[in-house]
């Protein structure tokens, strides 16, 4: 019953706060639609977006010589897309932080997630979708 309480009265802050939330969500998608990280694996550099979209890899020349070509591709590219996934969560936690809507995070996690689960805008936390 009191899980209850705390939950309905975090979701009543939540709609108090409606439009800052959808502003943070569209700062978000703003944010992670610029942001790009890179990541270099014996001599081959991937770039990518943190809505996780490969952009460019580069390879020093050699890098790719020999039967170990295609695991070195796949290291950096798993590396690249690692760093995007933690980069767009930083910028989700930021973005809620900054909100200090009080029982966000616990509705959150009543709804099986978190600040901790936000790898990006369509799963942050459960968020992405009371964006609207």
């Known amino acids: ?10 979701l009543g802050s939540l709609m108090k706060n409606k439009d800052a939330l ?30 996780v979209e490969i952009t460019r890899v580069d390879a020093e020349p050699g890098a790719l010589a020999g039967d170990d070509a295609g695991l070195v591709i796949t290291h950096a590219t798993n590396a690249a897309l690692t760093r995007a996934r933690e980069r767009a969560k930083t910028i989700a936690q ?13 509705l959150l996690r009543s709804n ?15 968020l992405g979708g009371l964006l609207g």
């Open 1 to 10: 019953m009191q899980d209850q309480l705390r939950m309905m009265q975090a």
């Open 22 to 51: 959808r502003d943070a969500g569209e700062r978000v998608k703003h944010r992670l639609a610029t942001e790009r990280v890179d990541a270099e694996v014996a001599g081959v550099r991937v770039t990518c977006t943190c809505p």
């Open 94 to 106: 930021e973005e809620l932080a900054a909100l200090n809507i009080p029982g966000l995070e616990d």
């Open 112 to 126: 099986g997630a978190g600040v901790d689960d936000m790898p990006g805008m369509g799963g942050m936390g459960g």
